[in-house]
């Protein structure tokens, strides 16, 4: 018995990747059943798991003026303004179109597309993302260099989650 084609699957998970934005919610979990043996799991998430990652450095700030209690609030909330603390909210960053596995190299062993302190073009591919077993390049929106990159090789991506940043 052949699997089912499951287009609408697609469709679906854009629709909730929109309604995510459109709400202002940080996540959105779904647990669709089309039969005994057939199911549909969807997780869609604003924020990649590694944004909580920055909070231990703020926190590291505040101790040193820890006199006054209500001092130390006030300079430790105006770095975190800033240097965004969320990737995403940075104007250079480049966000995930899909859900899938994100890939720095044409294939394995071969060099990666983009490198820290790299030049790029506008349109140049920068790295592939994996979804449902097809390759989909991401090109540069912006020419470029390249500071951050805020994935790994083979790391599971969502909708929105920033990739790399471009200045």
Do not use: C, W
């Not at 647990?31 to 920055?54: C, F, H, I, M, W």
């Not at 130390?72 to 596995?101: E, F, K, L, Q, Y």
Request: charged share 15%; no cysteine; hydrophobic share 45%.
């Amino acid at each position: 018995m052949t699997k089912p084609s499951h287009d609408s699957d697609v469709a679906f998970i854009e629709a909730l990747a929109e309604l995510l934005n459109a709400k202002n919610l940080a996540e959105i979990s779904v647990k669709r059943e089309y039969g005994e043996n057939d199911r549909l799991n969807v997780t869609v998430s604003k924020y990649a798991t590694q944004a909580a990652a920055p909070a231990a450095p703020v926190q590291l700030a505040a101790p040193a003026p820890a006199a006054t209690p209500a001092p130390a609030a006030v300079p430790a909330a105006a770095p975190a303004n800033s240097a965004p603390a969320d990737p995403a909210s940075h104007p250079g960053a480049v966000t995930s179109p899909m859900v899938g596995t994100a890939y720095l190299s044409p294939e394995p062993g071969a060099d990666p597309f983009i490198t820290i302190g790299a030049t790029v073009k506008e349109g140049q591919t920068v790295m592939i993302v994996e979804a449902m077993k097809t390759m989909n390049h991401i090109p540069a929106p912006r020419a470029g260099t390249v500071k951050r990159i805020l994935v790994e090789d083979g790391s599971p991506v969502e909708y929105g989650a920033p990739l790399l940043i471009i200045e």
